[in-house]
């Protein structure tokens, strides 16, 4: 009996429907290329060490993980435990945000096929709301939401 392609698309896992290792190293590279350069992540990027290098090879291994690739991350980290490993950085709706701003124009510019590209988004959205751990400033600056379809 054949499968049906839905039962084969099951089997495959998001890390390699959007095409494995060469697009979670572009996803990450680009990702902190934004933080970089983008005036909204200045707060975000001040979070992090000048030497983004260990910081990007941590974030590609939990990525592939994450995505359903190898156990890069835990085989090294163990758990992921991401909330308690940022309790030490103010994370406020404005810092959520420019993260995902910086990591939606990474998906747009990294993965090619639209509904992973939005499925990605979507459970990065969940996993950035869940990581604030500070109270939002009354009348503080906000970065803008990102603008993907996932908020319309």
Not at 32 to 42: F, K, N, S
Not at 55 to 68: A, I, M, P, Q
Not at 75 to 85: D, I, N, S, V
């Amino acid at each position: 009996m054949a499968e049906t392609e839905e039962q084969v698309a099951e089997q495959v896992s998001m890390f390699e429907r959007i095409g494995g290792f060469v697009v979670i190293d572009r996803l990450v590279e680009t990702f902190y290329e934004r933080m970089d350069t983008l005036p909204e992540a200045r707060t975000i990027r001040a979070m992090h060490a000048d030497d983004l290098g260990p910081t990007k090879d941590v974030l590609k291994r939990y990525f592939t993980e994450w995505l359903g690739g190898p156990k890069l991350y835990s085989a090294e980290r163990g758990h992921p435990r991401l909330r308690q490993r940022h309790m030490g950085f103010p994370i406020d709706t404005s810092a959520r945000n420019a993260w995902m701003l910086c990591m939606e124009g990474a998906l747009d510019q990294c993965i090619a096929d639209e509904a992973a590209r939005h499925e990605i988004f979507v459970n990065m959205a969940k996993l950035a709301d869940w990581m604030r751990n500070t109270e939002d400033k009354p009348g503080g600056p906000q970065s803008p939401a990102p603008r993907h379809p996932a908020h319309s």
